[in-house]
């Protein structure tokens, strides 16, 4: 699965980081930064989803893979 | 209509109902996944998946043609980031979260702790005191106006324009209708603070006027945004602190652990929301014919999202009755809407929350709460007092 981070809509809640935090994290200026490149790591997937489901501004996307 | 859609003509607005909502709801969510409302000409959404996949669609759920219950209101709102759809609501979003994301308020945390050290402590000497004046309003209309750069004047009309304002989101009822000459007078006076030097330089105020004199929004447009600024900080906050006060009060074993790890306190105040939503429902109109588990959604219909019934749901929470600091999942509760129309001042509700209740925590041992009385409010999960005394650790 990917995961696409929609930037314009992030407002920093780090909620996404409290359901994955091998995948998202706030960075010290409160950025976030995205830990993986290309598809979710099989072994995060679920937490991928976890992240995707409680971003309360809706950011983040479970999107097809490419 | 066909004859498939459940309807009901159950009253969400009658007083019993807005007292005492939560055995409606739950009938409501037995009936089915959307039950047609005849006398709102609406359905109402209950269950927690449906109203969070609605909220996620927010194509099919647009909130461009009004989130109101009616066209007076909807009107009136048009072009705020509330009353709009994507591309434009992205940007006009943009503009008015600038300030609130959780990095910017970042500056104020300080400040609101002080400010909340200073209020608890205060408190403390008075023995007893009424939650909502003294802790709920109190706290809100301390921080709020002087981060919009309000002057002295018109302060005093705040918490009537703010519950003004969400009664008219509701049916045009009686209750909605006694509060258009005091929004009247809040979009009078809206205009004129929204002329050029009115509002204190640097605040959020005088930024959004600034961005109108750019060009980043329109002019006309500016009356409505302070308006947005203003009136959902306070209602909303001055209900879920009170709820805050009655539940942790109520439950002193969890207020002990509260006091016992302060890392506990995003929780327990996300669990208040949960439990008592401070909003209890706004409305989206579909744009095309949308199946929710099950049941069409007509193109054209306007449909309730029943945040406030959502967070009860015993088909998504485990004892949903139950006050419960420590259940799992606890932050995906829909108090703040969800989704691209989440609520733009989450950050600082939940800055002003975990500022209080950090000072509770700090300094208060028992909260003893009396009995809480109810407002009659088209929107608003409202306490209208509540006695309580604090006992200092």
Excluded at chain 2, 165 to 191: K, Q, S
Excluded at chain 2, 241 to 266: F, K
Aim: glycine share 6%.
């Amino acid at each position: 699965m990917d995961v696409t981070v929609d930037r314009k809509r992030c407002e920093g809640y780090g909620f996404c980081e409290e359901a994955a935090p091998e995948l998202f994290t706030l960075d010290d200026a409160g950025e976030l930064v995205v830990r993986f490149t290309g598809p979710v790591p099989p072994d995060q997937e679920r937490e991928a989803v976890d992240a995707v489901r409680v971003c309360p501004v809706g950011a983040l996307r479970e999107t097809l893979p490419r | 209509m066909t004859d498939t859609v459940t309807t009901s003509d159950i009253d969400l607005w009658a007083e019993d109902v807005v007292l005492a909502p939560y055995e409606t709801y739950r009938k409501l969510r037995d009936l089915g996944p959307a039950v047609w409302l005849e006398q709102y000409q609406a359905f109402v959404v209950t269950r927690y998946r449906d109203v969070y996949d609605a909220l996620h669609d927010h194509d099919a759920f647009a909130s461009g043609a009004g989130v109101a219950l009616n066209e007076q209101l909807n009107q009136k709102m048009k072009g705020s980031a509330v009353v709009s759809d994507p591309p434009y609501h992205d940007h006009v979003r943009g503009v008015m979260a600038q300030p609130l994301t959780p990095r910017a308020l970042r500056a104020h945390k300080e400040d609101f702790q002080r400010l909340a050290d200073d209020l608890i402590d205060r408190l403390l000497e008075r023995g007893t005191i009424d939650v909502v004046v003294d802790f709920a309003q109190l706290f809100p209309l301390s921080v709020v106006p002087d981060l919009l750069g309000w002057p002295t004047d018109g302060r005093e009309n705040f918490l009537a324009w703010a519950s003004a304002g969400f009664n008219a989101l509701g049916p045009m009822n009686e209750r909605a209708r006694a509060d258009i000459p005091v929004l009247a007078d809040m979009w009078a006076f809206m205009a004129e603070i929204a002329q050029p030097g009115r509002l204190r330089p640097g605040s959020w105020g005088a930024d959004l006027v600034e961005a109108a004199q750019q060009g980043t929004v329109s002019k006309q447009l500016l009356p409505a945004l302070i308006g947005d600024y203003l009136v959902p900080s306070l209602d909303t906050t001055v209900s879920a602190l009170s709820s805050a006060m009655l539940l942790l009060g109520r439950h002193p074993d969890q207020w002990r652990a509260v006091r016992a790890d302060h890392s506990l306190i995003p929780a327990a105040l996300n669990e208040v929301i949960r439990y008592e939503s401070p909003i209890r429902s706004l409305a989206r109109v579909l744009t095309r014919d949308r199946e929710l588990s099950g049941t069409v959604l007509p193109a054209g219909s306007r449909a309730l999202m029943m945040y406030a019934s959502a967070n009860r749901d015993e088909r998504y929470w485990t004892d949903p009755d139950d006050f419960d600091i420590t259940r799992p999942d606890v932050n995906a509760h829909v108090g703040f809407g969800h989704g691209i129309h989440g609520c733009v001042g989450q950050g600082l509700a939940r800055l002003e929350g975990h500022a209080l209740l950090t000072a509770l925590a700090k300094k208060v041992r028992t909260i003893e709460v009396g009995e809480p009385e109810y407002r009659v409010h088209n929107t608003i999960r409202a306490i209208a007092a509540l006695p309580a005394t604090l006992h200092a650790a």
